[in-house]
């Protein structure tokens, strides 16, 4: 697991309890646990609005030192919700700054839906039936194979990746495409991937 | 907040961990879609993973835990020790720099107008003709006793300055001195003074009727002149961001009327200097009745 070395006492501490100990004390361990729990999502965030690995990684810690002058400066209700404001409005910020794709500016109401996602949710391979099959079998093969292998029989990611000897990237890659070109057969074939389950 | 919010966000964030380590399986995938759709945070955040499926996040996330964890998450909390020693070089570079400038500034008027002569005037193409130089640096003065005047001059040292106070020329002087200086042509290079005032040695002999009288007692008008010119010359920014000082030498017209025209300058340091001083000579209560050829040195010194 990812979970870092941060003792369970303050792990089990609410999101309330830890900026409280924070903007009391200003102890930066209890915010830097808080953050701690949320950083995953601040990251996911800073990548889809950034698109670059690289600035969403440093916005994640720019994001952090704005945070440990912000949390004191204001008086936070709900520090998920504000956090998610903060993160958003801090990587537009550097997006417009950089501006290195000034066409991949993301207005914020933009920001609620991405065509992965959907892809991920109106393909959903339960079980076999004829046209899926067909589909499947159109694939490449390699992104047959780690899909029979996610879907069919149940294995991780990171199993797949053992047993095909490939990156887990690679493979978690090879099965979006293979998702994504599932949906688009079953849509030539006229069958509504929802109807799939 | 909800507590059942926060239940599925637990599970939602336990999921997304299992996803970036590669350890979910596709139930767990579908559940982690799903709690995606119902919060915008949690969809913000997946999709932004989706985008690159390819990627390491395991890594990064792991080295971003870490750095969370330091104890100095605040930039600039720390004097970084390169930083002082950048610092301190640049200290000693600036006094460096600086040193040979100072020894400059102190350096007799001679030495300073060298280096004047040898530099190109620069005057902007706006100025009025009369600010242009335009006959060559070797031609004879009008006043053929000014050479031998000047030479006593530089071999003298300078006396210290006074301070100066900080005043700024209003733009109203501007106007004006612009337009006295377009007032009149330039006159021609031997143009014969009506009548000099031989003042001082900065003052031109020319062909005047009685200069010996005039050299022995001088007038108590220029005396408030070389005063008010070492009150009032400053540097112009350009000039001082360029570390120029020295003298600018001017030759005009005092007519009767008491205004300096035809006023030419025979040495020139650039960088909006001359401007300066057209203006100083527009500021100066000129004294009246008297018409007379003036060569004049303004020290615009650090």
Redesign the interface.
Known sequence: MLRSSTPDDLQSLADDALLDAYVREGSVRHLGVLYERYMPMVYGVCLKVLKDPEQARDSVMNIYVELTRKAREHRVESFRGWLYVLSRNHCLMALRKNRRHPTDAVAPEDMHRYDAIEDAFQVEIAEPNKPLEKCLEELNAIQKQCVRLFYYENHSYKSIAEQLQQELGTVRSHIQNGRRNLKICLEKAGINSSQIN | ?EPALYTE?DRF?AL??R?????????E??EL??L??ND???????????????????T??????????R?A???FQIFPWWMAVAAAMALLLAGWWFWPTQEQASAPVAAVEEKALETPEQIPDTAPLAMRSDKPAAAPPPAPAADPARAAKKSKPDAPLRDRPDTPIEAADIAAAEEAMSAKPLPPADAAPTRSAPMTPQMPAGKAAEPQKEKAAPEVWWQDLQRYLRTNARLTPEARNNNISGSVRLRGRLQPDGKLTDITFEETLGYGIERQALLLMQGFNWPIGKDTLLEIDVRFVR
């Open positions: 907040m966000d964030r997304l961990e996803w970036i380590d590669g350890d979910v399986t596709a139930a995938e579908r879609f799903r995606a759709q915008a945070f949690r969809q913000a955040a997946l999709d932004g993973y989706l985008q690159f499926p390819e990627t390491d996040h395991a990064v996330v792991r080295e971003l835990r870490t750095r969370v964890h104890p998450p605040t930039k």
